[in-house]
């Protein structure tokens, strides 16, 4: 069954540095979505792509945050300048194109610690 | 502001019996609703999804869906000690928007 996968599952970085999070998609899907999961909190949406652009972002995606499809597979989520707040699971998810259904499915994770 | 409220739990249930969680939203235009099983440190996993008023289900799991009430629920018959994770709640208040999930209720299956 096809999934979306992640890399690495866990990241260690220092302040102040960058951090590129990565994802491949299920492969006929077409909306492409990033949430994060500060621990013992509620899943929080971060960024939605679809058609190579920005279709919606939250308050928490902010100039420090941004996204890419560099290729036709992966989808890319980076943090300029991580901040000990941005220590988190992110989660990649997707959906398929189409006006339903729009279940989105959820790849494994990266654990994102920020020291 | 969208919201998706849920009892934080934790449930416990003895196997064999049901197990009912449940789900308030804050918005009445809403479309389709979802419930996602979460296993201590890993990823929300989809168990069902529901659009339309009344039921829906599949296999152990029943979705249930009132609009007028803006109440969402899920019933787990016959509850196995594998059924105990946290169940998110999540929204998507129109056709492409991103999720809006709950706290999530810790649901605990005791053998």
């Known amino acids: 069954e096809p999934e979306v996968t992640q890399t690495p599952s866990h990241q260690v970085t220092q302040m102040g540095q960058e951090v590129i999070l990565r994802c491949v998609p299920i492969?006929?899907?077409?909306?492409f979505y990033w949430y994060r999961q500060i621990l013992g909190q509620k899943v929080e949406f971060l960024v939605s792509?679809?058609?190579?652009?920005?279709?919606?972002k939250s308050e928490i995606f902010d100039d420090q945050f941004s996204v890419e499809r560099p290729d036709g597979s992966n989808f890319t989520l980076k943090i300029r300048s991580t901040k000990l707040e941005d220590s988190a699971m992110y989660f990649c998810?997707?959906?398929?194109?189409?006006?339903?259904?729009?279940?989105?499915?959820f790849g494994p994770g990266t654990r994102l610690t920020v020291l | 502001q969208k919201e998706v409220e849920q009892n934080s739990g934790p449930l416990s249930v003895p196997e064999g019996a049901i197990a009912s969680l449940n789900c308030t939203y804050s918005?009445?235009?809403?479309?389709?609703f979802f419930w996602y099983r979460q296993y201590s440190g890993k990823s929300p996993e989809l168990i069902m999804s529901?659009?339309?008023?009344g039921d829906k289900e599949d296999g152990r799991f029943t979705a249930q869906l009132n609009k007028a009430s803006q109440y969402v629920s899920l019933l787990i018959r016959d509850s196995q000690p594998s059924d105990s994770a946290t169940y998110l709640c999540?929204?998507?208040?129109?056709?492409?928007?991103?999720?809006?999930f709950g706290k999530g209720t810790r649901l605990s299956v005791i053998a």
């Open positions: 998810a997707s959906r398929s194109e189409g006006g339903g259904p729009y279940e989105q499915f």
């Open positions: 492969s006929n899907h077409l909306y």
């Open positions: 792509f679809y058609n190579n652009e920005i279709s919606e």
């Open positions: 918005d009445r235009v809403s479309q389709s």
């Open positions: 529901i659009y339309s008023n």
């Open positions: 999540a929204g998507a208040f129109s056709g492409n928007t991103p999720l809006v």
